[in-house]
């Protein structure tokens, strides 16, 4: 198995980048093992970008076949500090739209459309159904992935509806099972 090369460190920050860039490095192999994907990963830890969000993930895909041939994780690590963000559902997210797009668009298919259809029911989907970006199929489905994956939510990520209260989430998380 490739391993992960963390290919550029832009912070100041160094003890909480290192902790980021391990479990960075442990997350991405696993969901590579556990999915089977050849797929080379990158990533990056950046510091002092520009906007608002934590993370971006970019797959390069194949002009002709619409594969991926690549796809490019960047971490936001001074953002991610500042705002306490639950770093573990943040990979996890990111990772989850690497399932994503390694699966053909699973948000088009059978077992990612039943995931979505399940948060449609859900109360936190009333929060998020408004806002043209947190609603797209393939962002609901990062965030049922990463949630499913790292078990973990915080007060604020529900309340702003980025996660599920635990009750809320159990007909998603049984759905995601099948992903
Ligand atoms: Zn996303």
Do not use: C
Not at 10 to 37: C, E, W
Not at 73 to 90: H, P, Q, W
Request: hydrophobic fraction near 30%; aromatic fraction near 4%; proline fraction near 2%.
């Amino acid at each position: 198995m490739r391993k992960v090369t963390i290919v550029r460190q832009h912070t100041r920050s160094g003890r909480v980048v290192r902790s980021h860039s391990r479990k960075l490095q442990s997350a991405i192999l696993d969901v590579k093992k556990k999915y089977k994907i050849k797929t080379p990963i990158e990533a990056e830890i950046i510091d002092e970008s520009k906007g608002s969000s934590l993370g971006h993930t970019d797959s390069v895909l194949d002009s002709k076949t619409k594969k991926p041939v690549k796809h490019i994780v960047r971490l936001e690590s001074s953002k991610i500090k500042k705002e306490g963000e639950n770093i573990d559902s943040i990979i996890h997210h990111e990772l989850g739209h690497i399932v994503d797009k390694e699966k053909g668009d699973m948000v088009k298919k059978p077992k990612g459309k039943a995931v979505i259809a399940a948060i449609k029911k859900t109360e936190a989907y009333k929060k998020i159904k408004g806002d043209k970006y947190a609603a797209k199929p393939a962002e609901m489905f990062a965030r049922a992935y990463a949630q499913d994956r790292s078990g973990k939510t915080s007060k604020k990520e529900v309340q702003s509806g980025l996660a599920w209260e635990r009750k809320d989430f159990k007909s998603v998380k049984a759905k995601m099972k099948n992903v």
